[in-house]
């Protein structure tokens, strides 16, 4: 199975802050790698597929990069609506793996 | 817009059989693949595996000797059956649509009790 490790598994930010978390995988996955953000008690929304290619209808101010064994998730200015917990999915392989997550909690 | 939804026990007895359904509404079931992702009390996320509309499947190593995926085309939906549960399958269970999901079910609580 390829290993996902996300960093850091929690942050503390305000809002208007730039924030950056980082997914490493444990072998080349190519762009292969989704970002969610799930809040207490609902389903993860799909906020980047393919490392760097937005969902529909998700705030500009979302962005991801990355290839091969290191990806970025990059909220430009946190809103309050962003203070919630973010995964890694890389879509390479199968399994398909998660990171650990991200929590983002309120400075 | 596609819509799922999880129905089906929330509690089982250890070493019982789970059973969960996903009905898919406002599209077909055809031509996608369907998965099953599961997320413990607290913790992150375990992605089960996929059944595609034809019926073939794909299973996580950690859970296949379990697990068993189907799907119901004429009735638009998709099911889970996971034999043998002790309480490290007490979970959230979620269906969505792809592998790689943009459109998740609410979830659904599945407490195993001894």
């Known amino acids: 199975d390829i290993q996902m490790t996300q960093s850091p598994s929690s942050l503390s930010a305000s809002v208007g802050d730039r924030v950056t978390i980082t997914c490493r995988a444990s072998q080349g996955i190519r762009n292969d790698l989704a970002w969610y953000q799930q809040k207490p008690g609902k389903a993860p929304k799909r906020l980047i597929y393919a490392a760097s290619s937005l969902q529909s209808g998700v705030p500009s101010r979302f962005s991801g990069s990355g290839s091969g064994t290191e990806f970025t998730l990059t909220i430009s200015s946190l809103q309050p609506e962003d203070f919630a917990t973010y995964y890694c999915?890389?879509?390479?392989?199968?399994?398909?793996?998660f990171g650990q997550g991200t929590k983002v909690e309120i400075k | 817009q596609v819509q799922l939804q999880e129905s089906g026990p929330g509690l089982v007895k250890a070493s019982e059989t789970l059973s969960l359904t996903c009905t898919v509404s406002?599209?077909?079931?055809?031509?996608?693949?369907w998965s099953w992702i599961r997320q413990p009390p607290g913790k992150g996320l375990e992605w089960i595996g996929y059944v595609y509309y034809t019926g073939s499947t794909n299973y996580n190593p950690s859970l296949k000797s379990r697990v068993t995926m189907s799907v119901d085309t004429s009735k638009n939906h998709f099911s889970l059956k996971l034999s043998s549960v002790t309480a490290a399958d007490t979970a959230v269970y979620y269906c969505?649509?792809?592998?790689?999901?943009?459109?998740w079910g609410q979830g659904t609580l599945v407490t195993v009790s001894s």
């Open positions: 406002g599209g077909s079931i055809s031509s996608y693949y």
């Open positions: 969505a649509r792809d592998a790689t999901p943009a459109y």
């Open positions: 999915l890389q879509h390479n392989n199968y399994p398909r793996t």
